[in-house]
C-alpha cells in the first residue's frame, strides 16, 4: 500500500487544534507531510508547549489517518513548538546606528539621576559626540522640563517606507519621553506590558540616526522597566547616581548588585556622588557637607567600581534644570567644569571597557510560577 500525501493533507484538515480557531493545514501547523510507502511522517508546528495539546494532536493526527487513509499506515508524529510574538514583549535586538548604550540608574528616587543624566548628554555633545536621551521613567518623565520642549511632540516621518517617530531635538540632544504624549497634569496608570510597549516604540519605532551615545534615563529603583529596558538592548554599561548618606547608598548598592548579577551582567562604569557637598558663593574655599562625607566615593571602593566624581548642591543646578537649560551649558563655568571631568570618566571607562570586555547581550525574560527568570538570550 502507498499512502498519497494530498489524501492525508486533505485529512488533516478535519483536525482544528485547542486556541487555534482553524484546520491544522490552514493555520499553518501543518509544516510538512512526507510518505513512503505505508509510512507518513507528519512534521507540526505548534503555538504553545502545553503537554496536553501536544498529546491530543499527535493522537488526533493518528486517529484520523488510521480512521480517514489506511488502519495500517505507520505514523510518525513531530512537533516544534514556536511560541508567538507577544506584542507587549520587548526583543533584545540592537539598534543599528547607535554606538554605545548607557544606562543612568538609582536605587533611590531624588538622587538627581535625571538632572546627572541631561548634562551629562549636554556635555557629550559638547564634546562633539552624537547623543539621544531615552527617558525611561514612565511614571515620572522629566526629560522634556530639563530641555525646555515640554510643548513639543515627535512627528512622523518615513524612513525606507516605514513610519518613524522622529525625536524632539534641544542643544543638539535627540529626545524621547513618554511626557511628549502625556498632558503635563495626567498620571500614567499603566501595568508593566504597557509601559514595555510604550518603550517597546521609543526605541525601535524611532529614526534615531547616527549616535555615539544614547543615555537612558532609568526609574529609580530595580524593578520592571530595567528588566524590560535590559532585555530590550545590548546596554554598554550603567551609571548609578547617588547622594552621600547612608540610605541612599544602601538603594545604590542594590542598583549596582542588580546590574552584577550573573544573568544580567552589564559593565557597572561606575557610581556618581551628586549633592556632595554645598559651597557658599561668600565662602568659596569652605566645604559643608550636609548629606555625609564621600558616602558614594567609599561605596565605589567597597565594590570595586569606579568613582566617576562628585557634584556640588548649587542652585544653578536646580534652576537650570526647572528652566529647561541644564547647567553644564554655563560657559567658563564651575558646573561646567564638574561635569566635563565627570563626563571624560564616563567615556574613559566606556573606551575601556569595549576595548577589554565582549559586547553586552540583551537578556531574555521568562516568568516560572509566580517568580522571575532572567538568562542571556
Known amino acids: 500500500m502507498k499512502l498519497d500525501r494530498k489524501e492525508i493533507l486533505k485529512a488533516l484538515e478535519t483536525i482544528t487544534i485547542a486556541g487555534e480557531g482553524k484546520n491544522m493545514v490552514e493555520s499553518g501547523a501543518v509544516a510538512?507531510?512526507?510518505t513512503f510507502g505505508d509510512e507518513v511522517v507528519v512534521d507540526l508546528i505548534l503555538h504553545t508547549p502545553a503537554m496536553h495539546i501536544k498529546k491530543r494532536a499527535e493522537d488526533d493526527i493518528k486517529k484520523t489517518i488510521h480512521e480517514l487513509i489506511s488502519p495500517e499506515a505507520k505514523i510518525k508524529v513531530n512537533i516544534k513548538v514556536e511560541t508567538?510574538?507577544?506584542p507587549n514583549e520587548i526583543k533584545g535586538k540592537a539598534i543599528p546606528g547607535i554606538k554605545n548604550i548607557i544606562a543612568v540608574a538609582s536605587g533611590k528616587g531624588g538622587v538627581g539621576k535625571s538632572t546627572v543624566t541631561a548634562n551629562l548628554a549636554v556635555t557629550l555633545a559638547k564634546m562633539g559626540f552624537a547623543v539621544g536621551v531615552?527617558?525611561?521613567d514612565i511614571y515620572g518623565p522629566s526629560m522634556p522640563i530639563m530641555f525646555d520642549v515640554e510643548n513639543e511632540k515627535p512627528i512622523s516621518i518615513t524612513v525606507d517606507g516605514k513610519s518613524k517617530m522622529k525625536?524632539?531635538?534641544s542643544y543638539e540632544i535627540k529626545i524621547l519621553s513618554i511626557g511628549f504624549f502625556t498632558a503635563p497634569s495626567q498620571a500614567v496608570i499603566w501595568r508593566g506590558p504597557m509601559a514595555a510597549?510604550?518603550?517597546n516604540q521609543m526605541i525601535f519605532d524611532a529614526d534615531w540616526g547616527e549616535l555615539d551615545f544614547m543615555l537612558i534615563d532609568l526609574p529609580p529603583g530595580t524593578g520592571d522597566i530595567h528588566l524590560s529596558i535590559m532585555q530590550s538592548l545590548p546596554i554598554t554599561g550603567a551609571v548609578v547616581v547617588s547622594t552621600p548618606q547612608a540610605v541612599a547608598l544602601a538603594d545604590a548598592k542594590k542598583g549596582v548588585a542588580m546590574f552584577m548579577q550573573e544573568n544580567i551582567n552589564v559593565p557597572v562604569l561606575g557610581i556618581i556622588?551628586?549633592?556632595?557637598?554645598?559651597?557658599?558663593e561668600e565662602l568659596p574655599e569652605n566645604k559643608y557637607y550636609i548629606f555625609g562625607q564621600e558616602g558614594a566615593k567609599n561605596l565605589a571602593e567597597d565594590l570595586n567600581v569606579p568613582f566617576l566624581g562628585e557634584v556640588p548642591i548649587v542652585q544653578s543646578i536646580r534652576e537650570a534644570g526647572d528652566y529647561g537649560r541644564p547647567a553644564a551649558l554655563q560657559t567658563a563655568s564651575t558646573i561646567e567644569t564638574v561635569f566635563e571631568e565627570i563626563t571624560r570618566n564616563v567615556v574613559q571607562e566606556v573606551v575601556n571597557r569595549?576595548?577589554?570586555l565582549p559586547a553586552t547581550e540583551a537578556i531574555k525574560i521568562t516568568t516560572m510560577a509566580g517568580c522571575s527568570a532572567v538568562k542571556k538570550n
Open 134 to 136: 531615552l527617558d525611561a
Open 32 to 34: 510538512n507531510v512526507i
Open 197 to 199: 510597549k510604550a518603550l
Open 354 to 356: 569595549n576595548d577589554s
Open 167 to 169: 525625536p524632539v531635538e
Open 84 to 86: 508567538k510574538e507577544n
Open 273 to 280: 556622588e551628586n549633592m556632595a557637598y554645598f559651597t557658599p
